[in-house]
């Protein structure tokens, strides 16, 4: 046996929020092996299965490495998918850019800039989100740019940009080694964002640290918890807002925090005095007293956080959901401190740069307005566009750009890396609205169920064939390097996005070009952090080593590991009065259980990596968690096959009859396409953040025969958590 | 401010801060104290024996990765005994254990001149290969029991419990309890363990396979079936 030795490549992963720091082990352009540097800031030392080992989905052999121009012409409405590549030409990137562009100002020019819409890339790096963004507005003039943010910490965001005026997580994830109590609510952390997990267990078990965690499923924290309020889902704001009323009638507030930095306190107050105790246990069934005594056990604490995930985001009443612990916080005084916080842990490696990079309809680079015109004067300077040039009209979201795919709405939809036809909402709908489009431009790595539907396949390379920056959950803007050569004719995002838009720029006959000969993605940086100032003082060779948290505002300044020491983007943080809403959709007697979705630790969202990774033998099917109390009720065995109906869709898989979901809620993750979730899940939006009810529907559950699995493999035990 | 105290290493008189083990204090002033179960991110637990110094007064060699210094303490980290007794420690490894995948023992073995056969009749520790899932092999023939992997596994990063020593004497090995297969365990592959695995005992399954010849094109093409073996449970257990 020989013994491989090299200098790794070190990057970040391209899994989650954390950002852990990765080496990349490579023999002949093969990534044997992955470590993790023990001195990372982020990590130290400690990974996750995906990190440590669900990189290889690289070398795939169904990774699509040429251009594909599909045979048959795609006509809207009828619109097909096809996973085969016997439906696709393998054609030049001459052919697939020039044909691509063709298309798309054909539908410019003959419907205007309404016509078209982009999906950016929470797993792109920054500069490549930044350039796609530029791209749709600079030369489509369109703001119909969004990414998956919609879909996953909308609700955090519009809550926390109306309440502070900014919308990152506040502190870093590592000072939970400092905290005393922490709040951890609709997250599953070990499953979602495992490093911070263990710094969470390592907190509680050797700093003492009490945790509260606050959520429908018995998820793993439990087991470290010193309280948990098993809530029923939805009543988040009703369990958050019996905390305050127990703070504010035991006078446990920060009397002084609330006087010099905050408003809107007394209509606030107002709206507290009816959630008592005894009103939320009736709503949420939570126990009366353990709502009292989170309510003491966070207020008395010298450093508290709250910690939260899609839980709380991803509901009809989402913002509420995240305004409801803005106030905990505020009335707390646990924010602006190193231990405490409100932080929202962002799902993808870099949503929080793909958000930074303006991949949103309602705001340019930076979170600039797009209907403020002194924000469209600046980038149209920037980007050497006519003054005015630029729309002024804010876009549309991930789900409008979908449902207004008709006639007269969207016509050309352009989608980098994302899978939509796994994570949006009521997905049998989702289907005859992406059937409705005219053109598709498809740009990644695999012919997922969103790239079955494009007329244009552009092959992409992964995170370890292409230089650029990710964002991290705690604002840490990190270094990804290229540790081997592109495979195939697969090229780097940025470059495709260049080549493309230099032939749209010709094909528009526009004489004054926005630029788009950079030589690397260091320079698309310059670029960034010269239209973005907190991302100012950041540029490759000061983050060569560690990387720096934004704001950095200029290139001396250190970065930020926590924001709002001194004062809020809005100056006085403002309280929300809120109210108890229920969920969009309740059970009743037809369809007696609500459907709760999420993640499992072994894949990824719409699964385009992992169910292409060997990870995938470690959790190769769906499974429906149901109580065993709910099993007993609809005689369901232990690993039956059951079918799941929704009054949108049914799926039919095995069945876990575990104690891991609370009687009534049954929890089906929504990575496998063979039984997507999302044919069941409710579209119904938050109403000011356009947010899609994905942790609550009404579904019924029953037994069927084994023939009816869509994948007849065996069940892999498990003996995880 | 910690307390100092004041002692001598190597007949060299030093000031530190009285919290620190002899293996920090030393290494704060550039010398360098041999170690190998010991890990900067694991708790020491003194297993292998191998950092041991000789202070002035005490009976035996101290292990200098869990002692901590105190005032007046005469330590010497490289006389003739401590010496000795590291290169019997190498010895007694080499006699057991398959170390040709970790080059920094060989080389400690080299630099203490340890005979590689002075216990030429020794009986050494071959355990088969576990290969029971498609993310790493263990190799327990390899292994020097230096319990990194069970610490990381357990408070020092990952609180997953999934495996610990069993056996006893000669016959101790790393295990899962029960001898179950990994993905019945309460693993969750975050692999912490291969991170701190000091000889490669532990070793993800595409670097397995490529050191034992495969091409990486045909690693990539291996089915579900052919990755994900199933079971060889190690040769200490009784069929049933």
């Known amino acids: ?721 | 401010m910690s307390e100092k105290v004041k002692l001598s290493i190597n007949n060299k008189e030093i000031e530190c801060d009285k919290d620190l083990t002899i293996l920090y204090a030393a290494k704060s002033v550039g010398v360098n104290i041999p170690t190998i179960c010991f890990h900067d991110n694991c708790t020491a637990n003194a297993l292998c024996r191998i950092c041991v110094v000789e202070v002035k007064g005490a009976r035996t060699l101290i292990p200098s990765c869990v002692a901590k210094v105190s005032d007046g303490m005469e330590i010497e980290t490289h006389n003739q005994r401590v010496n000795l007794s590291r290169k019997t420690i190498l010895e007694m490894m080499l006699s057991t254990t398959d170390l040709s995948q970790s080059p920094e023992i060989l080389e400690m073995a080299d630099e203490y001149g340890a005979n590689h056969d002075r216990f030429s009749d020794a009986e050494r520790r071959s355990p088969q290969l576990i290969d029971d899932n498609s993310m790493f092999v263990r190799d327990y023939d390899k292994c020097i029991l230096c319990w990194r992997c069970v610490q990381v596994c357990a408070e020092d990063a990952q609180y997953a419990f999934a495996i610990n020593f069993k056996g006893r004497g000669y016959h101790t090995q790393i295990s899962t309890f029960y001898e179950k297969p990994l993905p019945e365990t309460s693993c969750v592959f975050c692999g912490q363990c291969i991170g701190v695995c000091p000889t490669e005992a532990l070793k993800p399954k595409r670097q397995w396979l490529l050191e034992l010849g495969y091409e990486s094109e045909q690693i990539m093409q291996m089915t579900r079936n052919e990755r994900n073996k199933k079971t060889k449970r190690p040769q200490t257990t009784q069929e049933s």
């Open chain 1, 1 to 721: 046996m020989n013994t491989i030795t090299n200098n790794p490549i070190k990057t970040t992963c391209p899994f989650c929020g954390v950002g852990c720091n990765l080496e990349l082990h490579v023999k002949d352009n093969f990534i044997y092996k992955v470590t993790a540097p023990f001195d990372s800031v982020v990590n130290k030392g400690n990974l996750c299965v995906k990190g440590r080992f669900g990189y290889d989905f690289i070398y795939n052999k169904r990774r699509v490495l040429n251009p594909l121009i599909r045979k048959v012409d795609q006509k809207p409405v009828a619109r097909s998918q096809s996973f085969n590549l016997d439906e696709w030409r393998e054609v030049t990137w001459d052919e697939a850019l020039d044909y691509s562009a063709k298309r798309m100002v054909e539908i410019y020019k003959r419907d205007g800039s309404d016509a078209l819409a982009v999906y950016c890339c929470a797993k792109a790096t920054n500069e490549d989100n930044y350039l796609l963004q530029k791209m749709f507005r600079a030369l489509f003039r369109t703001n119909n740019v969004d990414h998956c943010t919609r879909l996953c910490h909308a609700g955090s965001v519009v809550a926390l940009q109306k309440a502070i005026g900014s919308a990152a997580m506040s502190n870093t994830a590592s000072e939970i080694m400092d905290t005393d109590v922490f709040i951890v609510t609709g997250s599953n952390t070990t499953e979602t964002h495992p490093i911070i997990s263990i710094q969470m267990k390592a907190a509680i078990e050797k700093r003492g640290a009490k945790l509260i965690v606050v959520d429908p499923r018995r998820i793993e924290m439990v087991n470290f918890a010193t309280l948990w309020l098993a809530e029923r889902p939805g009543s988040d704001v009703a369990v958050f807002s019996g905390m305050a009323h127990v703070i504010l009638s035991e006078n446990l507030y920060n009397k002084k925090f609330v006087d010099d930095r905050t408003e809107n306190f007394e209509i606030f107050r107002k709206s507290m005095e009816k959630f008592t105790p005894e009103y939320v246990e009736n709503i949420s069934g939570v126990d009366r007293e353990k709502i009292i005594q989170a309510a003491r056990l966070y207020a008395n604490a010298d450093r508290a956080a709250i910690y939260w995930a899609l839980g709380i985001s991803q509901s009809t009443h989402g913002t509420d959901n995240a305004h409801s612990l803005i106030n905990l916080a505020l009335l707390t005084g646990h924010v602006g401190r190193h231990g405490t916080g409100l932080n929202p842990l962002r799902g993808q490696n870099n949503v929080q740069g793909a958000s930074d990079a303006g991949a949103m309809p309602w705001h340019y680079p930076g979170y600039l307005e797009v209907d403020d015109e002194h924000s469209a004067l600046i980038f149209e300077k920037a980007w050497n566009i006519e003054p005015g040039g630029l729309n002024r009209n804010k876009g549309l979201t991930t789900t409008e750009i979908l449902s207004n795919a008709h006639p007269g709405g969207v016509r050309s939809l352009y989608i980098m890396g994302e899978n939509p036809m796994m994570t949006e909402p009521n997905l049998n709908k989702a289907h005859r609205h992406m059937q409705e489009l005219e053109f598709v431009v498809c740009q990644d790595l695999f012919i997922n169920e969103s790239g079955a539907y494009a007329d244009v396949f552009l092959p992409a390379t992964t995170f370890a064939e292409k230089d650029g920056t990710f964002t991290n959950t705690d604002r840490r803007v990190q270094r990804v390097r290229k540790a081997i050569k592109p495979l195939g004719n697969s090229r780097p995002d940025w470059e495709i996005i260049c080549d493309l838009a230099k032939r749209i720029e010709k094909l528009l006959g526009r004489p004054n070009s926005s630029h788009w000969d950079y030589q690397n993605p260091e320079e698309i940086m310059d670029e960034f952090g010269s239209v973005v100032p907190s991302y100012r003082g950041i540029n490759y060779k000061r983050i060569e080593k560690t990387g720096l948290q934004t704001p950095v505002d200029d290139e001396n300044h250190p970065g930020t590991p926590f924001l709002y020491a001194d004062s809020f983007p809005l100056g006085k943080a403002k309280f929300y009065p809120l109210d108890y809403k229920t969920i969009d959709e309740q059970a009743d007697s037809q369809f007696p259980l609500i459907l709760n979705t999420g993640r499992v630790l072994e894949h990824w969202h719409g699964g385009t990596l992992t169910r292409n990774s060997w990870i995938d033998d470690l959790f190769p099917q769906a499974l429906v968690e149901i109580n065993p109390f709910d099993a007993e009720k609809y005689k369901i065995n232990h690993l039956d096959v059951v079918k799941v109906n929704s009054r949108r869709g049914e799926i039919v898989l095995r069945a876990d009859v575990t104690a891991k979901t609370i009687p009534g809620v049954v929890f089906i993750p929504f990575h496998f396409a063979e039984a997507a979730a999302n044919f069941l899940t409710n579209d119904a939006l938050d109403p000011e953040a356009l947010i899609p009810e994905f942790k609550a529907c009404a579904v019924k559950i029953e037994k069927v025969s084994e023939d009816h699995l869509p994948n007849n493999l065996l069940y892999q035990t498990r003996g995880r958590y």
